[in-house]
């Protein structure tokens, strides 16, 4: 009998399902309330304080959102996730790491919930410029791998969703189809997947939950200034 697979997550588990899912291998989705940290997710991460999501496969624990993509990739049989040429490999890592929350996403951030104008303003133009980057990484590919999903595609998953909630949320634009096409074309290609689409959390959901915690975001925001 095969070992279980579970994720302990929440609406931010999109990487770790989107993988598993790629694979074909069925799972059961423990929904954590981040609020009241359940002793599973805390013995599962003690690391970071429980943070989301955690893969449990059999008895061990496999954390952080990419590490879990690359364990999925080479625990389980089916169709590969990372490229399997090892320069195209190493190249999408690099845009991966990109994509940190140290680099684009503090951009993103900053641009959408920093307090001062001036520096929304200045963040906004720095997302811009890395941006376009993915815009010419892009280009008039299908997906960043090609013509199926791959390891740069759920890496950059949060800019075909989740940004625009926050956009949404904060009444501002940043990847506009005038000045991203590619991006913009990626983005709805990337969730009208089936494989994705099981695994995308409610909009209307998403968008209030985010409305109800702007000023935790802004204080954030404020942090990282």
Not at 36 to 51: A, F, I, T
Not at 92 to 114: E, G, N, T
Not at 127 to 154: I, M, P, Q
């Amino acid at each position: 009998m095969s070992e279980a697979v579970k994720v302990i997550g929440t609406r931010f588990s999109h990487r770790a399902e989107v993988a598993l899912r790629l694979k074909g291998i069925p799972y059961e989705l423990i929904a954590e309330d981040l609020d009241n940290k359940s002793e599973l997710l805390l013995r599962s991460n003690p690391v970071h304080g429980g943070k989301v999501p955690v893969l449990l496969h059999g008895d061990r624990a496999i954390r952080e959102s990419l590490v879990i993509v690359e364990y999925v990739d080479e625990a389980f049989v089916g169709p590969p996730i990372l490229p399997t040429d090892p320069h195209d490999r190493a190249d999408a890592r690099f845009w991966a790491k990109f994509l940190d929350p140290k680099y684009l996403w503090r951009q993103l951030w900053l641009a959408l919930w920093a307090a001062d104008a001036d520096a929304r303003s200045r963040f906004r133009e720095e997302a811009k410029t890395s941006l376009a980057l993915l815009e010419a990484e892009v280009g008039d590919k299908r997906f960043f791998a090609g013509n199926g999903l791959g390891y740069v595609d759920v890496a950059a998953s949060g800019l075909a969703y989740w940004l625009a909630a926050m956009e949404e949320v904060a009444g501002v634009s940043i990847v506009a189809d005038d000045e991203f096409p590619g991006l913009c074309r990626w983005a709805k290609d990337y969730t009208a997947s089936e494989i994705v689409k099981g695994c995308l959390p409610n909009w209307d959901e998403l968008v209030a939950g985010y409305a109800a915690s702007t000023e935790k975001f802004k204080l954030v925001a404020q942090q990282g200034l």
